[in-house]
Nanobody
Framework: QVQLVESGGGLVQPGGSLRLSCAAS????????IGWFRQAPGKEREFVAA????????IYADSVKGRFTISRHNGKNTVYLQMNSLKPEDTAVYYC???????????????WGQGTQVTVSS
């Protein structure tokens, strides 16, 4: 079992920044990819970014490239999502997830956190 807890969400003005954290515990060695996904009201869950916990290779959705950065702190078993130049369309519940391979599809991730709300509004 792997437990994931997100934090860092909140209300921010357009153009602002937030840093989300995903703290992992349990059998974390069994899952080598951590991904961030988001879901806005009335929309499907979509991929945001992911990182390999072994190679540190990263992948991003086109909509966030150049604005968001995913990183990992091994000693703390924590993955971060630094979000800059936020737009109203980034408003969503953000989830972190763990999976056995670095993929962009949600079905490839089998452990999920409870989510944290990000609202971008003036």
């Amino acid at each position: 079992q792997v437990q994931l807890v997100e934090s860092g969400g909140g209300l921010v003005q357009p153009g602002g920044s937030l840093r989300l954290s995903c703290a992992a515990s349990g059998r974390t060695f069994s899952r080598t990819a951590i991904g961030w996904f988001r879901q806005a009201p009335g929309k499907e869950r979509e991929f945001v970014a992911a990182i390999s916990t072994t190679t540190y290779y990263t992948i991003y959705a086109d909509s966030v490239k150049g604005r968001f950065t995913i990183s990992r702190h091994n000693g703390k078993n924590t993955v971060y999502l630094q979000m800059n130049s936020l737009k109203p369309e980034d408003t969503a519940v953000y989830y972190c997830a763990a999976g056995p391979q670095l993929r962009i599809g949600a079905p490839f991730y089998d452990y999920w956190g409870q989510g944290t709300q990000v609202t971008v509004s003036s």
